[in-house]
């Protein structure tokens, strides 16, 4: 996994092996980063996020 600086990870999210963070994205609570996904830089995760996808935007999608 790899947290990128300036990432907001909330309480009780999951973030699975390999998966990417970019840099000033936030994830709520209770979210799951699954495996090899990747979270755009800027985003804001509000729905958990499938394997080897990639989310971006407000929300994320």
Known sequence: ???????????????????FVGAGATIIQGIRVG???????GAVVVDDVAPGVLVK???AA
């Open 57 to 59: 935007g407000v929300p």
């Open 35 to 41: 495996e090899r996904a990747i979270v755009a830089a």
């Open 1 to 19: 996994m790899h947290l990128s600086p300036g990432s907001v990870i909330s309480g009780g999210s999951v973030i699975e092996e390999g998966a």
